[in-house]
């Protein structure tokens, strides 16, 4: 945790923004093309591992199957009140990847001074990657 | 190695004090704030109730008129018909009668209080990444640039994706931007005064709903009033019977109610919007090679998609707390946005990005200090520019106003002839997109690749560190 708690005290550097892939229709996909300005901090495949998991989570949330049709007809039975007690697959899907993020941060990211920000906090429109500077590395 | 730890902690110090990252972790030196919630500083054009669990357009006295219809024309009913049919017939009829009316309701609370999918404006650092690129494909700057486009291939369809001035974002497809909220929709259907919302991707099933149960309420009504009328009528008189019925409002409820639940369902079932049918976006007269990229192939999976799939949660986070480090611009001025007019616009929107030389007079938007953060955004919300409503730029496009005002006369949907006006069923307002695009399509969506040419981090280390000094001096004032 420590390295992180440095980043928060450190100087932006810039930030880059990975903005959504809208060839497949409306669905929560982003842009896996590597960003040239990331390409000293971290490993092309490395950063698209994270893309692609991400990609392959929102497709999860808003995959069309039994499930999601049985959860969508008991909703509309029960006047959505069910929704009072229980969360929507979309809403757990979400909590999975905050959890990922999180995880990725912590593992991957902060240790090479970069910081990847839920998408869900930016509206699902870009995957916003904090580049910070080198200084406050020292100790 | 004393003096070099404390030069290197004073280091750390300064990169404290000269920049905060727009993440929400709070400061230990913050002074204790009275928490807001977001919804009080959003910058659409929508009303909140129940601190932000409620959410309605500006306008919502056509909603408590529709109200008033239902809640009236129900009680007369059961007021009046039903004890007779009840005694007469089955009491079935009160019950199920009872059901549909709970139902209808129901659908039409949770239409108009619900997000309708409002896509939040960008943040200023996202407007900056966005305004960079677009200048840089679009070269040198006029004085009036051409209407931003992008083109995305779906599902082999060619789309264009609008530039929103208002939201500063590129909108998704199926996305539309509504005059009346001033909000960006994610799927806009139509902007309803009768709901007094929006229907965009997160209400249309409870719309759809809300329009289906109604017409099934005002057809049940409708055929056991004229029951009651006609087993009244062999008894006493037929005049008698007839005051005290709600047939009137049932009459022309019937046919507009049922031709509009006709119409969605036509709609659901080819995945269409009501704004892209209008428009006549996917009709098969702009081409033979015109189809729906969104459709699923069939009816029963297009009307499964729409009615039962998976509702996505509000992207507006209402309820949230703001947190004080992240700058708030001022709501009614955010929308603001002044292209190519002055130099003083572009060193703003240059300023804000740490990686441009420039280095402007006035504080940058996303660096602000905790200290300064009240003052900063108001400062350059200022120099964003006078009123929006002036500009020449969001014009709606002719064309397509007069096409859904023909629209309306011929599927005379609204039984209130002075309602047809301002109902807007209308295409919201839209940019117009001259055949002048951006000479940079050919890299499509992808944006990122213009970025790529663009951003040299080497050289900019040096300047970047004197714009930070730059910024120190100016935040300690």
Redesign the interface.
Same mark, same amino acid.
Request: aromatic share 6%; hydrophobic share 35%; proline share 14%.
């Given at each position: 945790m420590r390295p992180f708690k440095l980043w928060q005290q450190a100087a932006i550097a810039a930030k880059v923004f990975i903005q959504r892939d809208y060839t497949n229709g409306t669905v929560c996909q982003f842009q896996t093309k590597f960003p040239s300005e990331l390409e000293t901090r971290i490993d092309k495949q490395q950063f698209e591992e994270t893309v692609r998991m991400l990609n392959n989570l929102y497709a999860e949330a808003e995959k069309l199957g039994s499930h999601s049709y049985i959860e969508g007809c008991l909703a509309c039975l029960t006047a959505y009140t069910v929704f009072l007690c229980m969360e929507t697959h979309y809403e757990k899907v979400l909590k999975k990847i905050a959890k990922y993020v999180q995880e990725q941060n912590d593992k991957v990211y902060a240790p090479r001074g970069l910081l990847l920000t839920d998408p869900i906090e930016r509206g699902l429109r870009v995957i916003e990657v904090t580049i910070f500077e080198e200084r406050s590395l020292t100790r | 190695m004393h003096l070099g730890v404390s030069e290197?902690m004073r280091?750390?110090e300064y990169? =404290?004090i000269?920049?905060r990252?727009s993440?929400p972790?709070e400061t230990p030196f913050k002074k204790k704030i009275p928490k807001k919630r977001k919804w009080e500083s959003f910058p659409g054009r929508n009303k909140f109730y129940c601190d932000g669990r409620i959410m309605m357009a500006k306008q919502t006295g056509v909603f408590y008129l529709t109200l008033v219809l239902i809640l009236v024309t129900c009680g007369l009913f059961f007021t009046f018909d039903c004890p007779f049919l009840a005694e007469h017939l089955t009491p079935v009829i009160p019950v199920v009668g009872g059901v549909l009316f709970v139902?209808v309701l129901?659908t039409l609370l949770?239409t108009s209080f619900s997000d309708p999918g409002v896509?939040?404006r960008?943040?200023p650092?996202?407007a900056a990444?966005l305004e960079r690129q677009i200048d840089v494909a679009n070269g040198s700057t006029g004085y009036r640039p051409p209407p931003r486009t992008k083109e995305?291939?779906?599902?082999g369809q060619t789309?264009k994706?609008k530039y929103c001035f208002t939201c500063k974002?590129?909108r998704?497809?199926?996305a539309s931007h509504c005059s009346l909220c001033d909000n960006c929709v994610?799927?806009f259907d139509h902007h309803c005064p009768w709901v007094g919302n929006c229907v965009g991707r997160r209400n249309y099933r409870f719309f759809y709903?809300f329009i289906l149960s109604l017409s099934f309420l005002t057809i049940f009504i409708f055929a056991f009033v004229i029951t009651h009328i006609i087993l009244r009528s062999h008894r006493g008189g037929f005049l008698n019977a007839l005051k005290d019925s709600p047939v009137v409002v049932c009459f022309f409820s019937v046919w507009s109610i049922v031709g509009l639940s006709g119409f969605h369902t036509y709609l659901i079932s080819s995945n269409q919007t009501t704004n892209e049918d209008i428009k006549g976006s996917w009709s098969s007269k702009r081409g033979k090679d015109n189809y729906n990229?969104?459709s699923h192939g069939n009816i029963v999976?297009n009307c499964?998609?729409a @009615?039962?799939?998976?509702?996505?949660?509000s @992207?507006?986070d209402r309820r949230g707390f703001v947190y004080l480090d992240t700058p708030q611009l001022a709501p009614p001025t955010n929308g603001i946005t002044v292209y190519g007019s002055t130099q003083s616009q572009q060193s703003h929107m240059a300023a804000a990005?740490?990686?441009l030389q420039q280095q402007s007079s006035e504080p940058v938007i996303?660096?602000a200090s905790p200290e300064n953060g009240g003052a900063l955004p108001s400062r350059t919300s200022l120099g964003l520019g006078g009123p929006c409503t002036s500009l020449p730029l969001g014009q709606p496009t002719p064309a397509t106003s007069t096409a859904s005002l023909s629209c309306q006369e011929s599927t005379d949907i609204r039984p209130l002839q002075d309602q047809v006006a301002h109902h807007h069923f209308l295409t919201p307002e839209d940019l117009p997109s001259p055949p002048g695009m951006l000479p940079c399509n050919t890299p499509l969506?992808?944006?990122?690749?213009v =970025?790529?040419g663009f951003?040299n981090?080497a050289s900019q280390d040096s300047l970047?560190e004197d714009s930070?000094r730059g910024l120190v001096k100016l935040s300690s004032v």
């Open positions: - | 290197s280091e750390c990169s =404290q000269s920049t990252s993440t972790m139902f129901g949770r896509l939040p960008a943040t650092d996202e990444d995305v291939v779906i599902n789309v994706l974002i590129f998704p497809p199926r994610e799927r709903m990229p969104y999976t499964c998609a @009615l039962c799939g998976p509702l996505p949660p @992207l507006i990005t740490p990686l996303i660096t969506g992808h944006s990122h690749t =970025q790529a951003y981090p970047h930070v």
